[in-house]
């Protein structure tokens, strides 16, 4: 069967097991904006000269939340579920399973992204063009996918008691050091230093170089040794996984 077909159902499947937990989806779509009302969005009205940078970087951080924290957690635990064992018995390629988790994370993330850009626009004097838009909303999908890898990682790599406190850890380090919650500029010097560096600035760096303020180049050269990399230990820990479990 056609690799893409696989893809294709193995993510209805993903889908279709999400949008059943309610109680799983709402706030995982939903706090993001939550969280830039009542943070960013004060300030954003208060300088509007500031209202681009602080909603393309929120909406950065919504795409990872979903991306790295919720899909990373949820692989680990998934693992030990009756479903997922079943699943891994199947003649289906790695690959075709990274790829419908990838095109399901991202997927996600960019609703979520897309609600706080929604959120920004209603209530803030942020000014994109439709062309802006787009660029963003291709480049959240894009960057979206290294995150992604992290994710399955720490999926991987991690057990599932262990998952949980690891990957919030790198969420929000990550995103403080990465400039997502105040401009890089007021970030202590050591932290400035590393900044640029890390795969959450690249990604808001991305974002940003849609209104003039950050480099692309700098930002995608960044992101895809971020996706190789992890990308490897993903498929490491996909592999170490299926010998201690299934061999």
Not at 67 to 84: D, K, N, S
Not at 103 to 125: H, K, M
Not at 135 to 146: Q, T
Request: with cysteine.
């Amino acid at each position: 069967m056609n690799a893409l077909v696989l893809v294709r159902a193995h993510t209805k499947i993903q889908f279709l097991d999400l949008i059943r937990w309610p109680g799983y989806v709402v706030p995982t779509v939903v706090f993001p904006a939550m969280f830039y009302s009542i943070f960013d969005l004060p300030v954003a009205r208060m300088h509007p000269q500031d209202a681009d940078l602080l909603a393309l970087a929120f909406i950065a951080w919504a795409v990872i939340g979903v991306t790295l924290y919720q899909f990373g957690v949820g692989i680990a635990q998934e693992r030990g579920r009756p479903w997922e064992r079943y699943s891994r018995t199947l003649p289906v390629a790695m690959a075709v399973r990274f790829g419908a988790r990838i095109v399901t994370a991202v997927l996600f993330g960019l609703l979520t992204g897309a609600i706080v850009a929604l959120v920004a626009r209603a209530f803030t004097p942020i000014d994109l063009t439709l062309g802006q838009w787009l660029a963003v909303s291709v480049y959240s999908l894009c960057a979206g996918i290294p995150f992604v890898l992290i994710g399955i990682t720490v999926g991987y790599w991690t057990s599932a008691r262990a998952a949980v406190p690891i990957a919030t850890a790198a969420n929000l380090l990550l995103a403080y050091a990465g400039g997502l919650w105040m401009p890089p500029d007021d970030l202590p010097k050591f932290v400035q230093t590393i900044s640029p560096y890390l795969p959450t600035r690249q990604f808001a760096d991305l974002l940003w170089s849609t209104t003039g303020g950050a480099d692309a180049a700098h930002a995608i050269f960044g992101l895809a040794i971020y996706t190789v990399v992890f990308g490897i230990l993903a498929a490491i820990g996909y592999r170490r996984d299926e010998r201690t479990r299934y061999a």
